[in-house]
């Protein structure tokens, strides 16, 4: 249920048929979403291909990237109608890139009018991040956050257009999903519930949500 609201987002800039790359393409579950929609699809990560079990039925094409050239992609210029982000964004100076390096490699892989949808990009005042850290828990969180002033920077530095910003889920989701038992952990109800509560809260605490997500438009060809 975290990925609703990049559903959405795809749902309302993304045609049926366009050449769509899952850029950090992590363990296939947008590529599927994408796919079972009828986009075409590549998909793009440091990491080995190892979820055939989960494409299997599509024509799904998988590039693996070489982490030494942590920006430069292996695509031609113009040649993607969309590229799509899931938590991926925040991670490119860990591997020895830059964010801004990474959005002018996304912005020359796209065509001109295609959308680049980036979700989950972490928010610097996420009061679920900081209570980690200040904590100390052994819980992962993110050592690159954001703001949604920098998030603007980037895209005028880069010159795409910034479409829509958004923040969004006020609960933790992964922490507590791993800690009910199956039953609820995979009931609709359940997750109406949570969902409901989230919604609510998101807009009482906005300031303090966990996420972003943006969309960015290219509008001229390079």
Not at 37 to 54: D, I, M, N, P
Not at 189 to 210: M, R, W
Request: glycine share 6%; with cysteine; proline share 3%.
């Amino acid at each position: 249920c975290q990925y609703l609201g990049l559903y959405r987002l795809c749902k309302r800039y993304l045609i049926e048929d366009q050449q769509i790359l899952d850029w950090g393409a992590g363990n296939g579950h947008c590529s599927y979403y994408l796919l079972d929609r009828g986009y075409k699809v590549t998909g793009y990560s440091f990491e080995a291909y190892s979820y055939e079990h989960l494409l299997g039925e599509f024509e799904y094409e998988f590039i693996q990237g070489n982490s030494s050239s942590p920006i430069l992609l292996p695509f031609d210029n113009d040649y993607f109608d969309a590229v799509i982000s899931v938590g991926v964004l925040e991670h490119v100076q860990e591997t020895g890139g830059d964010d801004v390096g990474s959005l002018r490699e996304i912005k020359r892989i796209l065509k001109p009018r295609g959308h680049f949808i980036c979700y989950h990009l972490p928010n610097k005042f996420s009061w679920i991040d900081s209570f980690i850290r200040l904590s100390k828990s052994s819980l992962p969180h993110h050592e690159y956050r954001y703001t949604a002033d920098e998030i603007r920077r980037m895209c005028k530095i880069v010159g795409l257009e910034l479409r829509e910003i958004n923040q969004y889920a006020s609960l933790p989701r992964q922490v507590i999903g791993r800690n009910l038992p199956q039953k609820l952990r995979y009931s609709i109800e359940v997750a109406e519930v949570y969902n409901s509560v989230d919604s609510l809260l998101e807009k009482l605490i906005k300031s303090y949500t966990q996420n972003y997500s943006f969309v960015l438009q290219k509008r001229y060809a390079e």
